[in-house]
């Protein structure tokens, strides 16, 4: 197991943590900043409580507080037994998407907003892709006459695959995240949401389309297919589950 020992890779210590009212959250700050940094991979144990005391100045009722804000937002765990101690963990789409959806639900957002917004970010994301000719995409899409669309399973894998493909060939991390985490919480939240077995292969045969113009560099056609299938889409949600379009959503 890799630990997070002193000194940092450039030779430099803890910055100092600014006394206030919100030590904790300034202490937090610090160890994400040490993290990024450091580049400390997935696994790697942090300093032990005596030691981040001592690196840190600060008392233990702060950094006991300021574990636990990394903790709930996903960003460590905290390894039990004798060996164990805080441990950086992986973090994914689906922990920002959770840490949006506080936000989402108190501003009132619902799922057709939602909707909205992946309307907006997809046809986009297509368009940055077909300009980067992601050529890797035409491999991974389903293929409309093989799949079997009939199995819940290996419909949604096959769906999902294709929109996190496109998003990740965008180039653009920061959208690529934001598309992304905003689907997992669409998916994560409303189960069992998928096309009727009879729209289904017109449903990969788009999604063959738009990846053959993507390989094609082909932007303008791919934006337009994207943002004329996620149109489709939020139009069936609006026509089978109209009663989804203003639930605001949860908290996760």
Known sequence: ?????????????????KRGAKVAEALAQEIVHEIVSRKLPPGTLLSSEAQMLEDYGVGRGSLREALRILEVHGLITMKPGRNGGPMVIEVGTRDYGRMSTLFFHLGGMTFGQLIEAR??????????????????????????????????????????????????????????LVSVSLEDVFRDQVTGLLSPNDERRHVLEVHA???????????????????????????????RHPQLVDQVINWR
């Open 1 to 17: 197991m890799l630990s997070a020992q002193r000194p940092r890779a450039d030779g430099s210590g803890p910055r100092p943590i």
């Open 209 to 239: 389309a738009i990846a053959s113009a993507i390989a094609e560099g082909e932007a303008e056609a791919a934006e337009r297919l994207m943002r004329e299938h996620m149109q489709e889409y939020a139009d069936w949600v609006r026509q």
């Open 119 to 176: 309307l907006v970010l997809e046809p986009m994301m297509a368009r940055l892709a077909a300009e980067r000719r992601g050529q890797e995409l035409v491999g991974q899409v389903a293929d409309p006459e093989t799949t079997a669309v009939e199995d819940d399973t290996a419909y949604y894998d096959a769906t999902t695959d294709f929109h996190r493909g496109v998003a990740s060939m965008s180039g653009n991390p920061v959208l690529n």
